[in-house]
């Protein structure tokens, strides 16, 4: 199978503008423009004076990470771009609908934000997203965040990873099923299908959920962790002898079973094993030299980072793996696992061990521990790694597609 496009990437300094929350009005008949779709990579036709696209801000009521990391950095990414005019903005207007403004407000500059309320009832899981945004839709829309409304067919949807199929017994029953029902469903409908890596890539085609001619891989961007301060951090100082860092998270192919059975070797090597994220790992006894830190914030990550002996990555998949990325950015050393798709996105620049070798992560945290060369080149070849990933290319890779959709020949239409 051929390599599935990676997008395109240029640079410009974001400028200034002011943002707004504006409440929901539904658009009127013949507001969107009269445009035209023809198969990826068909002539264009000239690109309409007046383009409308919309932002599906239902991620704004998740958690910053994950799927809705990806979604607040590439749309602040485009807002930097629309302040700047960007000259792939021309005849652009662009805005954000959301449920509710959530938790942690973006700070938008240039595109404004429309609150949609969810209804009261039925208040079910997709019922927003399906049934209330497209009446909001005037033109086109990106969804980033894997499901996205069916009915708009003039849209970029982002589906970052398959693992509902690949690792079912890391999801219930339910999610999984709008998964599979809802994800085919998009990508034979919607004009283009991003997703994080070329495995992912792969996954999709292989499945059956989109044809490879819709499909753009855009990674995942890093520079976000350059702007953690871990002098803000409250994290105290309570590091008595070397430690490795990693993440525990429930899903099994986070592989958090593997990161318990190294903790005792690396205690024998007189290494403590810190684990941030929200985990219960039930009533038995835990290995004495494990320190389980619980939800911690970005900068608590960062000077964590800043202190670790190395990053434990040793995830079963994972359709990127930012967080790994995140470690480099810091310029701490990151060991990970051999399974798809870290070795794509790490390359050269991490150590890495077979997710069922307890051993060989063992000797891989020593390595490191033992040859303080080994850990400044691999902390260097981890930054130098991290800067290939940007929001900005990403954001601009969405604003070409999204030219590429508006400016498409007219031989035939949605």
Request: hydrophobic share 45%; net charge positive.
């Amino acid at each position: 199978m051929t390599s599935i496009d990676t997008g395109r990437s240029a640079r410009l300094e974001a400028g200034e503008s002011g943002a707004r929350i504006v409440p929901f009005r539904a658009a009127e008949p013949g507001a969107a423009p009269s445009t035209a779709v023809d198969e990826p990579g068909a002539a264009r036709s000239p690109v309409p004076l007046f383009r409308r696209w919309t932002i599906n801000g239902d991620f704004l009521a998740l958690q910053p990470t994950g799927v809705a990391r990806y979604a607040r950095e590439v749309t602040m990414a485009l807002d930097g771009l629309v302040a700047a005019r960007h000259p792939l903005t021309a005849g652009l207007e662009i805005d954000l609908v959301a449920p509710r403004e959530g938790r942690e407000p973006l700070p938008l500059k240039a595109i404004p934000l429309r609150i949609l309320p969810e209804f009261g009832r039925p208040r079910l899981p997709q019922f927003w997203v399906q049934a209330q945004l497209p009446a909001a839709v005037p033109g086109g829309l990106l969804s980033f965040c894997n499901l996205a409304p069916v009915r708009v067919k003039r849209q970029i949807v982002c589906m970052h990873d398959l693992h509902t199929r690949l690792m079912p017994e890391s999801y219930g029953f339910a999610f999984r099923w709008v998964h599979r029902l809802l994800m085919p469903a998009l990508g034979r409908r919607v004009a283009r299908v991003t997703t994080v890596s070329q495995l992912s890539a792969r996954h999709l085609v292989e499945f059956g959920v989109a044809p490879e001619n819709k499909i753009v891989v855009t990674y995942n961007g890093a520079d976000h962790a350059a702007r953690w301060q871990a002098d803000r951090s409250s994290f105290p100082d309570a590091a008595t002898r070397p430690y490795a860092l990693a993440i525990g998270r429930s899903q099994k192919y986070k592989n958090v079973a593997l990161l318990l059975e190294l903790a005792p070797l690396l205690d024998a090597m007189g290494i403590d094993l810190w684990m941030a994220g929200d985990i219960d790992l039930g009533a038995a006894p835990l290995p004495p030299n494990l320190r389980m830190l619980g939800r911690i914030s970005d900068d608590d990550f960062a000077k964590a980072l800043q202190g670790a002996l190395c990053f434990l990555f040793p995830s079963r998949i994972e359709g990127f793996g930012l967080p790994a990325v995140e470690a480099m950015t810091w310029g701490c050393p990151v060991v990970a696992s051999t399974a798809p798709c870290l070795p794509e996105v790490c390359g050269d620049a991490a150590l890495y061990a077979d997710p069922d070798d307890v051993v060989g992560w063992a000797q891989a945290v020593r390595r490191l521990r033992d040859d303080p060369g080994l850990r400044r080149r691999t902390a260097r070849a981890g930054r130098t790694q991290a800067r290939r990933y940007t929001w900005r290319g990403i954001a601009e890779t969405y604003l070409d597609l999204m030219m590429e959709i508006d400016g498409a020949s007219a031989t035939r239409k949605w």
